[in-house]
């Protein structure tokens, strides 16, 4: 028996590499036209478009930045005229830099909430009369939010905007048939996470969940396949934990 596959257009914001990247390869292999955005170097978004489409599926590669009303607008334009209109928004898109509140500097203050709290606010705003009615939003917040852990107050405080958002909106979308939810993932192996720790930092964090393993992006990707596609169809307003059992 052959699966069903999901048909439409997927929008996944810093979709260059790790996480987004695996986002993006599901979605496509799911059935979705995919657009890959990214916020200034091209080289691995389009070589990621070009890999996908080696495999007979649409993929464009859409620079914006996030954090920038203007961009995001330019960027949901563009992808309506090359791809149809936006059936599934992911929004990935975001910084992790991590320092005690009181040694935190205002740049990295300010910086940190326009693309983490900014970015998802222009990209749900834009969708709101974008995304097709029965479409998916799904925007990523993050486990560190429930463990509470040193150093992550600023990042801490745009995934809990991240996650009241979700909340929301989804009521506010009555009507239009879209849900709206939230994966936050626990500590998963890309080079954003492994960079700048020891191995008996990532031994430690991998001896957190009860799982005993850090998470793999493909974790993270199937989360989200599973709210965008068919069976996902009844979770709305909803944070997914795809965490291990961490927390």
Do not use: H
């Amino acid at each position: 028996m052959t699966a069903v596959k999901n048909s439409g257009v997927a929008l996944v914001t810093g979709a260059s590499r790790g996480i987004g990247a695996t986002i993006a390869r599901r979605l496509a292999r799911d059935g979705f036209s995919v657009a890959l955005n990214y916020a200034s170097s091209s080289g691995e978004a389009d070589k990621l478009a070009a890999e996908l489409s080696q495999t007979g599926v649409k993929a464009i590669a859409v620079q914006g930045d996030v954090a920038k009303v203007d961009d995001v607008r330019r960027m949901f334009e563009t992808v309506e005229q090359q791809l149809g209109k936006v059936d599934v928004l992911v929004n990935n898109a975001g910084i992790l830099k991590t320092a005690p509140l009181a040694q935190t500097g205002d740049e990295l203050f300010a910086q940190t909430f326009a693309i983490n709290v900014g970015g998802v606010f222009n990209t749900l705003r834009e969708a709101a009369t974008r995304v097709n009615d029965g479409g998916r939003i799904i925007n990523l917040s993050s486990t560190t939010l429930a463990l509470n852990l040193p150093g992550y107050s600023i990042y801490n405080g745009t995934k809990a905007a991240v996650e009241a958002f979700t909340r929301v909106f989804a009521k506010e979308l009555r009507g239009r048939r879209i849900t709206v939810n939230c994966v936050a993932p626990g500590p998963v192996a890309t080079d954003l996470f492994l960079n700048g720790k020891t191995d008996e930092q990532i031994q430690q964090f991998s001896k957190m969940p009860p799982l005993e393993r850090l998470g793999q992006p493909d974790d993270i990707a199937n989360a989200v396949a599973f709210l965008a596609g068919p069976d996902g169809a009844w979770i709305n307003g909803q944070v997914l934990r795809a965490n291990g059992g961490i927390a």
